[in-house]
Each structure stands twice: as structure tokens, then as C-alpha cells.
């Protein structure tokens, strides 16, 4: 969790900030590496006044995740209790979801926001139903994980972070996935569902082309493959088959080192 220096600095934030918009902003922090400053201006279908609350099945799983915290530490379970909210609102979070997490963890609503403005996987404006991420660190990149970035783009006609107007699909960026062996690779966060039925799967290997087809199957509904996308490999296995290793390995010479 954060140390109270941080929520101190928040605060200070917040109240210089105010003396600039004092009627539109109601929260503010600053997020790690950057010199920018992230807050909230009010808008309609995003401010404290409009009522939010779990759902029943929600407020069940909220107690399982409750259950794996000590009474007194409610507050490490803002991280999925967040994620949760963001499944549930269909992929981003407003400030009454973020008020309603304070809510349960019984913590002032900026210990909430630090942690919302501080994790790129949780979104403060609306996603896609369909949120398809591309990896853009360095091996992937090598890869050609911008050609890929570019084709989506292009097929859905929006920019990065924008969400098509049908709804259905939005595209943003996301630092290392941790398999950069099968790079270049997507993820998309599936919210069409709602949190009952979210997925958040990993196509590796991709190209321009199957990254469309990724697309076209899921806006009919279907469900495409997981995992690797070449056909010549088996999860994260060479192409073509292992070239060493096809048989049992070879002891070492001398397992007793006293008898060497």
C-alpha cells in the first residue's frame, strides 16, 4: 500500500488543483514515472452522484475475497476488488465504482484512486466490450508488434484507445505480458459478458492478418483459439518440433561426488 508521504502529496495535489477548477475536479493524484498529473473532471455518465453498488453475485465473490486478508488489512484487497468493479461496469471504472470500493475496504476514496491512476490494467474512461492490448515492449516491437497495432487500427477504423462506435471493440497498448517467447503477441480483456463470463486471453504469434481474423471471430460471437497462433508450434515450443532432447537425457558421469 501507499505511504502516508503519498496520500499527504495527493492531498496537497488535490487542494492546489482546486484553487485552479474548484467546481470541476473532485479527485487528483499523480501517477509513478511521469511529471503529468491525473484527475477527474465530472462529466455525465461519470461522477459521485450517480448511485453504484456491486452486484448481489458480486458482493458473494467479495466476501471470498475478503476471506484471503486478515480482518485488519481489508485494504490489500483493492486490487481485485477493483478489477472486479471494472469487470462488472463493463471494462472501466468511474468514480462512484472507486467511491463503492473505498467503501468496502473502509479507506479514504483517494487511497482507491492512487491505486486506479497508478495500474495502466485499470481504466478510467470507456473500453470496448472487446479491449484488445497490444504488447509493445522490446521484443515484441523487434517482432513487428507495430505493423500489428497498425492493422488493427486501421481494420476498426479508430485510434489507440478509442472504442469503435458500434461499442464492440476498443485497442490500447500494454508493457510485457511475460511471454515473450511466442512475440509478437495481443490480450483482450472479453467484458461482453459481464464479470460472470470475463475472460482475458493471450494470442501469441500473431500477424497482421490473423490479428483481423482474431477480430471478425469475435464479433460473430466465436471463440478463437488461445495461445499460439502458428500452427507449426506447440504452445511455446520450437517450430517444427524439438531438433534435441528425443530421448531420455544422459546421467551425469558421476552422481557420487565422494567416489570420484
Request: net charge neutral; with cysteine; charged share 25%.
Amino acid at each position: 500500500m501507499f505511504s502516508p508521504a503519498v496520500g499527504r502529496l495527493s492531498r496537497r495535489l488535490l487542494e492546489i488543483r482546486q484553487l485552479f477548477a474548484p467546481s470541476q475536479v473532485k479527485s487528483l493524484s499523480s501517477r509513478s514515472f511521469s511529471t503529468a498529473l491525473n484527475y477527474h473532471i465530472d462529466s455525465p455518465d461519470n461522477n459521485p452522484d450517480i448511485p453504484w453498488d456491486f452486484t448481489d453475485a458480486n458482493k458473494e465473490r467479495i466476501k471470498e475475497i475478503l476471506s484471503h486478508y486478515p480482518s485488519n488489512y481489508k485494504q490489500s484487497a483493492v486490487i481485485p476488488l477493483l478489477d472486479l468493479a471494472q469487470q462488472q461496469q463493463g471494462g472501466w471504472l468511474t468514480v462512484s465504482a472507486m467511491n463503492a470500493v473505498a467503501k468496502v475496504v473502509e479507506v479514504a476514496p483517494i487511497r482507491v484512486y492512487e491505486v486506479a491512476t497508478f495500474y495502466s490494467m485499470f481504466n478510467r474512461t470507456k473500453v470496448g466490450k472487446y479491449h484488445l492490448l497490444v504488447c509493445g515492449t522490446t521484443p515484441c516491437m523487434i517482432r513487428g508488434s507495430r505493423e500489428i497495432e497498425d492493422a488493427l487500427l486501421k481494420h476498426l477504423g479508430v485510434k489507440r484507445n478509442e472504442v469503435t462506435k458500434d461499442g464492440i471493440f476498443s485497442v490500447g497498448e500494454m508493457e510485457c505480458m511475460g511471454c515473450c517467447v511466442n512475440a509478437p503477441m495481443i490480450t483482450v480483456a472479453d467484458y461482453s459478458k459481464g464479470s460472470e463470463g470475463y475472460t482475458y486471453n493471450y494470442y501469441e504469434d500473431v500477424t497482421p492478418k490473423r490479428v483481423i481474423e482474431i477480430v471478425e471471430m469475435l464479433r460473430k460471437g466465436e471463440a478463437p483459439s488461445v495461445g499460439t497462433q502458428n500452427p507449426q508450434r506447440i504452445k511455446s515450443g520450437p517450430e517444427g518440433g524439438n531438433t534435441t532432447l528425443h530421448g531420455e537425457p544422459k546421467p551425469p558421469p558421476c552422481r557420487d561426488l565422494d567416489a570420484c
